[in-house]
């Protein structure tokens, strides 16, 4: 019996969803009475994780290898499950998590549920709250299975500090037969990605051209937050595919969500509508994203946006 | 070159979503669907190789008869034939399983499954049946492309994009990049007539293999009016956000 969670790191340093994961997958084991294990790749120093609740951690060794490999990776989870007979293993949101998840439950024909919001309702059967409808709706889902596999909404829980025995255990890192290789990774120079952001801010079609996005990305340096936008941005060229948010695009769920110049529609809306709190700048009072926000300010991008970021400047002495 | 696009038939992205029979069932009153919209740019690029590579391309879905007017227009969007295995899909493992018991039968080169549907948002669908079948599986594909015999991919990632390169048979994830969203293709009229004139086969399902259940559904709680500040008092909004929302 045990639970494992799945930690994943960039630049040798733990991911903070990974410790959300750890402090998750601690409330499980407190509440079924058993043991929460760690599974790492690559990683050098897995000490920390004692301190989020960790009992055993599985430092796996990835040789040379620098590129994530989806099937080695969910190969090896899965061979750790099965040895430790866990019942439960916890994934984060994150592109990669989302990734190798499912197939890590296929290899067990394992229940699994994605977007999970909170600690199970229940264990005797597994029942979880998942969002469903592009965040429009959750589902009650539960599982008819021995092994469950769950992706963790970003910010859902939090992060708890925990002392876990922190015992450490080494296995294989498991070979791959698929001739599906990486050649190469192209990074977004040094930016904070919209998965891992505390804060994202979002720019729409109300900046009128992409030689205006000096405004988002200047208010996103002194906010440390990751650059979003609307599908029709990202559309034109004016920003890459990568920053498109919404039903259609990427899934926010930040702390802090700011939208500048974007009108609120419907797929905008559902796809950061589990960020915790909403702020709009936009000039058009009747806006639907006013009806949306916690927070609103009705006036011109171009001027309440520079004296945001001279404000926010000022307080932070930058 | 033969392609399956499995195509997932979910609610308009402006669709109200509400519940009916105690919240155990989407209520479907008044709701246009439509092609899954990942599945849309999946379909367009296999479109693309039936044009430039004489691929033959076959969509499929699993579910029952109110799905074939979308397998009619994927038809008419220029797929070659329609197949529905004709089970109302319980999960995303049920649904993977039977498109796997499918593609065990006829072999498939390239296997097209969207992202994620926007109805359940499961993204597992794909993942699952490329495990099933034995293959790799790319998520989150934003680029496919013949490169002698095998195959140039791009996957995109939190922070950037992968560049990766494979041999086919092969299960991609399909979603916005891989095609332009104005390249997707609209049905003309002859594509249309075409598209009646084309086989849409019903098959049984296979055994039928479950892992999960949906219980019962909620709405969000209802939102309280936001906040207004005036464009002059921005250390107000600040204020607000430090001390009031405490996310600063
Ligand atoms: C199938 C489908 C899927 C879709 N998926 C998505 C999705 O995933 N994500 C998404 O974002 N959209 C999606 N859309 C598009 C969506 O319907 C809207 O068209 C889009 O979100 C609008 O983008 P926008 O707010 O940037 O532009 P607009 O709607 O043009 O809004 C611009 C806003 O800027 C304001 N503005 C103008 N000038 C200023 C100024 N000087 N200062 C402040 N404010 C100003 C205006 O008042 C207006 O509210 C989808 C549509 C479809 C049909
Ligand atoms: N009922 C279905 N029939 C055929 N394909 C489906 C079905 N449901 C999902 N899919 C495919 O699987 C993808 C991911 O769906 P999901 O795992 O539900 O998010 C969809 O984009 C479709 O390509």
Redesign the interface.
Known sequence: MSVIVYIESQDQEIKKSSLEVASYGRAIADASGTELIAVSFGLDDTSILKHYGVDLIYAISTEEEV??N??RLSTTLAKIASEEGSQIIVFSS???A??I???T???Y???????VIGLPLSYKPL?V?R???????????????DLAVLSLSSNSFGIIEKEGKGLSKSSAYQEST???????????AN?V????A??VVSGGRGLKGPEHWHLIEDLANV?GAATACS?PVS?MGWRP??E?VG???KPVAS??YIAIGVSGA??HL?GI?SS??K??INNDPEAPF???????????AF??VP??IE??KA?KGV | MKILVCISTVPDTTSKINFVDENRAFDTQGVTFIINPNDEFGLTRAIWFQQKEGAEVTVVTVGDSSCEPILRKCLAIGADRAIRIDTVPQDGLSVASQLADLAKREAFDLIITGRESIDYNGGMVGAMLATFLKIPYLANCIHIEKEGDRYNLEREMDGGKELLNGSLPLVIGAQKGLVEEKDLIIPNMRGIMQARQKPLDVIQPQEIKVATAVESFEKPPAKGPVKLIDPTNIEGLIDLLQNEAKVL
């Open positions: 590129y994530f989806s099937d994150s592109a990669n989302r990734y998840a499912p197939l439950a296929a290899k024909e394992a229940a699994y549920f994605s977007n029942t709250k969002s469903c409808f592009t965040n429009k709706a959750f589902n009650l889902s539960t599982s008819q299975k698929s001739d599906l290789k990486v050649r190469s990774v192209e990074k977004t930016k990605t919209i998965a891992d505390d804060i906010l599908k559309d595919h990568s498109h039903q259609t695009g702390n802090l419907i797929q559902a509508n915790k709190v702020v709009v006013f009806k949306a926000a916690d927070y609103g300010i009705v006036g011109d001027e309440v004296t945001l404000k926010l307080l």
